[in-house]
Nanobody, 125 residues
Framework: QVQLVESGGGLVQPGGSLRLTCAAS????????MGWFRQAPGKEREFVAG????????YYGDFVKGRFAISRDNAKSTVYLEMTSLEPEDTAIYYC??????????????????WGQGTQVTVSS
């Protein structure tokens, strides 16, 4: 079955950086768009970043403003989210997700078929 396991979250000071990792298994990783979402307390889940199956298309939520970078390593079935210039407003649980269909783009949460358990990111001094 599909498994997505996030890691790399933690406590970081404002202006700091973190690298999130999502290890995938149970499906042909190189055939699927992958995404990152986040959900802060009391807020709806929001799209952070997406990358198509071959890395040919990369796209971000409007709030990212050049601070985050998504990448993938198909040989390792892993997707990454490099986050820099972190702000307290970035505090949230970050989730990795895989598109519902192979060779399809995905942006809305309903476009994604499986989710990881999430990793907490806390930005605070």
């Amino acid at each position: 079955q599909v498994q997505l396991v996030e890691s790399g979250g933690g406590l970081v000071q404002p202006g700091g950086s973190l690298r999130l990792t999502c290890a995938a298994s149970g499906f042909t990783f190189s055939s699927y768009t992958m995404g990152w979402f986040r959900q802060a307390p009391g807020k709806e889940r929001e799209f952070v970043a997406g990358i198509t199956w071959n890395g040919g298309n990369i796209y971000y939520g409007d709030f990212v403003k050049g601070r985050f970078a998504i990448s993938r390593d198909n040989a390792k079935s892993t997707v990454y989210l490099e986050m820099t210039s972190l702000e307290p407003e970035d505090t949230a649980i970050y989730y990795c997700a895989v598109a519902a269909f192979a060779f399809h783009g995905a942006y809305y949460s309903t476009d994604f078929g499986s989710w990881g358990q999430g990793t907490q990111v806390t930005v605070s001094s």
